[in-house]
Protein backbone atom coordinates (compact mmCIF):
# COMPACT_ATOMS: atom_id res chain seq x y z
CA UNK A 1 0.00 0.00 0.00
CA UNK A 2 1.29 3.94 -0.88
CA UNK A 3 2.16 5.98 1.64
CA UNK A 4 -0.45 8.63 1.48
CA UNK A 5 0.92 10.37 4.64
CA UNK A 6 -1.87 12.90 5.86
CA UNK A 7 -4.17 12.05 3.14
CA UNK A 8 -4.48 8.64 3.93
CA UNK A 9 -8.24 9.15 6.22
CA UNK A 10 -9.13 10.89 3.15
CA UNK A 11 -8.12 8.80 0.50
CA UNK A 12 -9.36 5.73 2.43
CA UNK A 13 -12.73 6.88 3.46
CA UNK A 14 -13.38 8.20 -0.01
CA UNK A 15 -12.58 4.98 -1.11
CA UNK A 16 -14.76 3.31 1.58
CA UNK A 17 -17.71 5.87 0.84
CA UNK A 18 -17.26 4.85 -2.92
CA UNK A 19 -17.13 1.02 -2.19
CA UNK A 20 -20.22 1.40 -0.53
CA UNK A 21 -22.42 3.24 -2.83
CA UNK A 22 -21.78 1.47 -5.90
CA UNK A 23 -22.64 -2.15 -3.67
CA UNK A 24 -25.66 -0.37 -3.05
CA UNK A 25 -26.36 0.54 -6.40
CA UNK A 26 -25.74 -2.94 -7.71
CA UNK A 27 -27.87 -4.50 -4.92
CA UNK A 28 -30.75 -2.10 -5.15
CA UNK A 29 -30.74 -2.94 -9.29
CA UNK A 30 -30.90 -6.96 -8.73
CA UNK A 31 -33.83 -5.51 -6.22
CA UNK A 32 -35.77 -3.73 -8.24
CA UNK A 33 -35.12 -6.05 -11.49
CA UNK A 34 -36.50 -9.19 -9.39
CA UNK A 35 -39.68 -7.07 -8.64
CA UNK A 36 -39.89 -5.68 -12.22
CA UNK A 37 -40.14 -9.16 -13.54
CA UNK A 38 -42.25 -10.30 -11.27
CA UNK A 39 -45.04 -8.11 -11.67
CA UNK A 40 -44.23 -8.35 -15.80
CA UNK A 41 -45.16 -12.17 -14.72
CA UNK A 42 -48.01 -11.47 -13.06
CA UNK A 43 -49.17 -9.23 -15.90
CA UNK A 44 -48.82 -11.79 -18.58
CA UNK A 45 -50.43 -14.23 -16.60
CA UNK A 46 -53.81 -12.28 -16.10
CA UNK A 47 -53.26 -11.01 -19.90
CA UNK A 48 -53.64 -15.36 -20.66
CA UNK A 49 -56.21 -15.24 -18.77
CA UNK A 50 -58.15 -12.91 -19.93
CA UNK A 51 -56.81 -13.71 -23.29
Known amino acids: ?4 GKYAEA ?4 YAVS ?3 LVAIVVLTVWRGRK ?3 EMEAVERRS ?3 G
Not at 1 to 4: C, F, I, T, Y
Not at 11 to 14: E, R
Open 48 to 50: ARN
Open 19 to 21: IVL
Open 36 to 38: VRA
Open 11 to 14: VLSA
Open 1 to 4: MPDL
